[in-house]
């Protein structure tokens, strides 16, 4: 069954940087476009980044273009969020999901596997 384990969040300060890990199971991996999304307490969960099935297309939000990087590694089954000049909005459980289909989509009913979450916190 298809399976998504998110890894690599925490507390950091403002400024500072993590990296997120997704390792995917499954499925074959190179086939479907990964995204990675937030949900922050009280608000709806929002789209961060997608990649194509082969890394060579990337998309993001308008709020994290420039500081996040998603990438992926097909020989590993692993999609990555590195995220860099945190701030304190960045606060949020981040997940990655699995599209539906071959489009890089910014909506979550676009993605219909979705890991456990990881919590993000950015200290001001």
């Known amino acids: 069954q298809v399976q998504l384990v998110e890894s690599g969040g925490g507390l950091v300060q403002a400024g500072g940087s993590l990296r997120l890990s997704c390792a995917a199971s499954?499925?074959?991996?190179?086939?479907?476009?990964m995204g990675w999304f937030r949900q922050a307490p009280g608000k709806e969960r929002e789209f961060v980044a997608t990649?194509?099935?082969?890394?060579?297309?990337?998309l993001y939000a308008d709020s994290v273009k420039g500081r996040f990087t998603i990438s992926r590694d097909n020989t590993k089954n692993t999609v990555y969020l590195q995220m860099n000049s945190l701030k304190p909005e960045d606060t949020a459980v981040y997940y990655c999901?699995?599209?539906?289909?071959?489009?890089?989509?910014?909506?979550?009913?676009?993605?219909?596997?979705w890991g456990q979450g990881t919590q993000v916190t950015v200290s001001s």
């Open positions: 999901a699995r599209s539906v289909g071959y489009g890089m989509g910014s909506v979550p009913s676009q993605y219909n596997y």
């Open positions: 499954g499925f074959t991996f190179s086939w479907y476009v």
């Open positions: 990649i194509s099935g082969s890394g060579g297309m990337t």
